[in-house]
């Protein structure tokens, strides 16, 4: 699936369940830069099952992770002339609301309003 997703022509992809080595690291190409969740090996956990791979055209100055408290929510914010917009990748597990309420935290308590 990678060698098929170009970064000339896609600028974010959300992955769930990523391959993950000995090291908790997933792999991609340099045409590529990984996002992890902000909790990912925090406390000897590395089973992250949501990563971003933002395309290296981007600048790394354009977009901001934002730190929501979790191995399954990885989070960015793009900013730029036309104002800001979020990008969420969640590996929501149906047997409870723990993400979404991670989630409805930080984005109540940690976004500014606009």
């Given at each position: 699936m990678f060698n098929a997703a170009h970064s000339t022509e896609w600028d974010v992809l959300t992955i769930q369940e990523p391959y993950l080595d000995r090291l908790g690291n997933t792999k991609a190409s340099h045409h590529w830069r990984v996002v992890y969740p902000t909790d990912h090996r925090r406390g000897g956990s590395s089973c992250s099952r949501s990563v971003l791979?933002?395309?290296?055209?981007?600048?790394?100055?354009?977009?901001?992770?934002?730190?929501?408290?979790?191995?399954?929510?990885?989070?960015?914010?793009?900013?730029?002339?036309?104002?800001?917009?979020?990008?969420?990748?969640?590996?929501?597990?149906?047997?409870?609301?723990d993400l979404l309420t991670a989630l409805d935290l930080y984005l109540t308590h940690s976004l500014p309003l606009t």
């Open positions: 791979l933002i395309s290296s055209n981007i600048p790394t100055d354009a977009y901001t992770v934002l730190p929501i408290p979790s191995t399954d929510i990885t989070a960015v914010c793009f900013t730029g002339e036309h104002g800001a917009v979020s990008i969420v990748n969640i590996y929501n597990v149906c047997k409870h609301n």
